[in-house]
C-alpha cells in the first residue's frame, strides 16, 4: 500500500550534481526509514544512504563526504543530494522506504521500493 515515486536522475560529467527525491504516498502504513539503494551493472544492489524517522543516517563509505540524504518538507519525502560524481557512481538508483502497519507498530517491518531512476556519470 505505499508507493514511492522517484525524481532527479540524469547525465552529468564527472565532479557535477545530481540531486534526487523521493515521495512515499497512498498507504496507510507508518515509515519508519527511507533510503536510498543503488544497483550497477554486474553489481550487487547497495544501500547508499538511508535516514530514520529520528534523523540519523547512515551512508555507504564510498559516498561519505560527497552525498547527504534529508529529510524533505513534506511528509514521508526523503532528497538525496549528490556531489563531486564519479563514473563509479553511475548506476540505477532505488528509494526505500521500511514502514509497519498504521496501528502496529511493534508488527512487522514491510519494504518498499521505488521503479529506479537512472544516474550516469561520464568521466
Known amino acids: 500500500q505505499v508507493q514511492l515515486v522517484e525524481s532527479g536522475g540524469g547525465l552529468v560529467q564527472a565532479g557535477g550534481s545530481l540531486r534526487l527525491s523521493c515521495a512515499a504516498s497512498?498507504?496507510?502504513?507508518?515509515?519508519?526509514?527511507m533510503g536510498w539503494y543503488r544497483q550497477a551493472p554486474g553489481k550487487q544492489r547497495e544501500l547508499v544512504a538511508a535516514?530514520?524517522?529520528?534523523?540519523?543516517?547512515n551512508y555507504a563509505e564510498s559516498v561519505k563526504g560527497r552525498f547527504t540524504i534529508s529529510s524533505g518538507n513534506a511528509k514521508n519525502t526523503v532528497n538525496l543530494q549528490m556531489t563531486n560524481l564519479k563514473p563509479e557512481d553511475t548506476a540505477v538508483y532505488y528509494c526505500n522506504a521500511k514502514a509497519t502497519r498504521a496501528g502496529e507498530l511493534m508488527g512487522p517491518t514491510y519494504d518498499y521500493w521505488g521503479q529506479g531512476t537512472q544516474a550516469t556519470v561520464s568521466s
Open positions: 535516514i530514520t524517522r529520528g534523523g540519523s543516517t
Open positions: 497512498g498507504s496507510t502504513f507508518s515509515i519508519n526509514a
